[in-house]
């Protein structure tokens, strides 16, 4: 079995103490024992993309003592030079990471539309490039090893009006692509900050789409008496198992600090 723990959204330089509700998480799952297998961060690692913010996130991931490694990846709120020059790539196309695990590929995908100093662009697209280059990694695994594509920007609606209109915007190419390849698994996001799951009915063979929640904050269904985003709620994670046979278990959970729940 493999164990993948999935975080997102811990957009550290912002509001509501990020720091400590990342760090918080970490902690848990330095407790967990057999241990996770790798964590995945799937966007919005800063809140502004300032460069400063990086290092906190270098010193927040620090607290990470386990052997599993962590993989991350850029999302709206994230700059892409900065960002670029974080994990040491070019700042003059999309960071994508290729990561082999416990006999799995995890692609990571950037998602992020580059905006001009001081703005922020909050859909998502994928790059010609970025599409080429995720066939060709699907295309060149050895037989029956398995890929899971990783994302910031959800390819599908989670029925939040805040969050819809900012989703992938091509996620019809993305379709196309994972619909001529076998062996992928799920579709792993963020950027909704609400924990979820869905699927792919865009393709032909639809995928799961999992979402872990947020770690700074909460975006709430229209339905719920919180504001549009909350601190409110406790960050929250996923834990996917996947077994042997490639099917995969997801369960979520929410850590409240001290004192803030039973």
Do not use: K
């Not at 961060?41 to 502004?48: E, L």
């Not at 998602?111 to 859909?123: F, K, L, N, T, V």
């Not at 062996?183 to 963020?190: C, E, K, P, S």
């Amino acid at each position: 079995m493999l164990v993948i723990a999935h975080l997102s959204d811990p957009h550290l330089g912002g509001r509501w103490s990020p720091a400590e509700r990342t760090g918080r998480v970490l902690a848990y799952l330095t407790r967990l024992d057999p241990p996770v297998d790798v964590i995945l961060v799937t966007g919005d690692i800063a809140d502004h993309g300032d460069i400063e913010e990086y290092a906190e996130a270098s010193r927040v991931l620090a607290e990470w003592t386990g052997a599993a490694p962590i993989l991350v990846l850029p999302g709206n709120h994230d700059r892409r030079e900065t960002y670029a020059a974080w994990r040491g790539a070019p700042p003059d196309e999309p960071v994508n990471e290729a990561h082999r695990v416990g006999g799995h590929r995890f692609l990571m995908l950037d998602s992020m539309i580059p905006a001009p100093p001081g703005e922020r662009i909050d859909p998502g697209l994928l790059t010609d490039a970025s599409l080429a280059w995720l066939e060709d990694q699907l295309a060149s695994r050895e037989p029956g090893e398995r890929a899971f594509v990783c994302l910031h920007h959800p390819p599908v609606d989670v029925g939040i009006s805040l969050m819809d209109p900012i989703r992938l915007t091509n996620a019809d190419a993305l379709a196309q692509v994972l619909d001529r390849h076998a062996d992928v698994l799920a579709v792993l996001v963020g950027h909704a900050h609400t924990a979820c799951a869905t699927s792919y009915a865009a393709m032909e063979r639809p995928l799961p789409v999992l979402v872990p929640g947020g770690l700074a904050s909460t975006v709430p269904l229209d339905a719920e008496p919180f504001d549009p985003i909350t601190p409110d709620l406790p960050p929250t994670f996923a834990l996917h198992l996947v077994g042997d046979d490639g099917r995969i278990v997801t369960h979520w959970r929410s850590l409240p600090a001290v004192g803030e729940g039973r």
